[in-house]
Nanobody, 114 residues
Framework: QVQLVESGGGLVQAGGSLRLSCAAS????????MSWYRQAPGKERELVAR????????YYADFAKGRFTISRDNAKNTVYLQMNSLKPEDTAVYYC???????WGQGTQVTVSS
């Protein structure tokens, strides 16, 4: 069965960094685009970043450009989101998403204090 397990969330001060990981299993990870989404309280889920199956192509939401980096390791079936210069408005639950399977992870909470 498809599983996406996020980790790496937590509480960080503004200006700090976090690295999220999403470990995938149950499908051919190397064939799937992968994305990170986030959902803040009272707001809709929004796309943060996407990476192609090979890692050669990436897309970032405007708010993520220059601060966040998405990457993947197909040998480890894992996708990452490096988040730098975090702001309080980045506080949200961050979800991993597989384009091929349309499955979501359970999410990991990121809280940025001012």
């Amino acid at each position: 069965q498809v599983q996406l397990v996020e980790s790496g969330g937590g509480l960080v001060q503004a200006g700090g960094s976090l690295r999220l990981s999403c470990a995938a299993s149950g499908f051919t990870f190397s064939l799937s685009s992968m994305s990170w989404y986030r959902q803040a309280p009272g707001k809709e889920r929004e796309l943060v970043a996407r990476i192609s199956s090979t890692g050669s192509g990436t897309y970032y939401a405007d708010f993520a450009k220059g601060r966040f980096t998405i990457s993947r390791d197909n040998a480890k079936n894992t996708v990452y989101l490096q988040m730098n210069s975090l702001k309080p408005e980045d506080t949200a639950v961050y979800y991993c998403y597989s384009g091929m399977t349309t499955f979501w992870g359970q999410g990991t909470q990121v809280t940025v204090s001012s």
